[in-house]
């Protein structure tokens, strides 16, 4: 498949998640403290609660339901409830457009 246009770079705010949804698949994108721009998928494996609700902290996305954290890097839970990684989504970024392919996972 081809890369979508998720959203624009310049709407995303520092540690603060954004939901979208690209052919159906929901996805947390967050531009962490350093400027580095991540795609994990939107579900904690845990509750099935939206992750985009949660708290970024370092590299890291935490669930609102139950506190379990994900790395934005790899996608794998750092801590209980939860012991199921999130996906982790390819970001390209050309001009101002995020660009996410929802089917081709980051190699961790």
Same mark, same amino acid.
């Given at each position: 498949?081809?890369?979508?246009?998720?959203?624009?770079?310049?709407?995303?705010?520092?540690?603060?998640?954004? !939901?979208?949804?690209?052919?159906?698949?929901?996805?947390?994108?967050?531009k962490?403290?350093?400027?580095?721009?991540?795609?994990?998928?939107? !579900?904690?494996?845990?509750?099935?609660v939206?992750?985009?609700?949660?708290?970024?902290?370092?590299d890291?996305?935490?669930?609102?339901?139950?506190?379990?954290?994900?790395?934005?890097?790899?996608?794998?839970?750092?801590?209980?409830?939860?012991?199921?990684?999130?996906?982790?989504?390819?970001?390209?970024?050309?001009?101002?457009?995020?660009?996410?392919?929802?089917?081709?996972?980051k190699?961790?």
């Open positions: 498949m081809t890369a979508h246009r998720a959203c624009g770079a310049s709407e995303l705010e520092q540690d603060t998640p954004l !939901r979208v949804e690209l052919d159906g698949v929901a996805i947390a994108i967050v962490d403290s350093a400027g580095d721009i991540h795609a994990i998928g939107d !579900r904690c494996t845990h509750g099935d939206s992750l985009s609700e949660g708290f970024v902290e370092g890291t996305l935490e669930c609102w339901a139950h506190g379990s954290r994900f790395s934005l890097i790899t996608g794998q839970p750092l801590n209980l409830p939860a012991y199921e990684p999130v996906p982790v989504y390819v970001v390209n970024v050309d001009g101002d457009d995020v660009l996410i392919d929802p089917t081709v996972l190699e961790v």
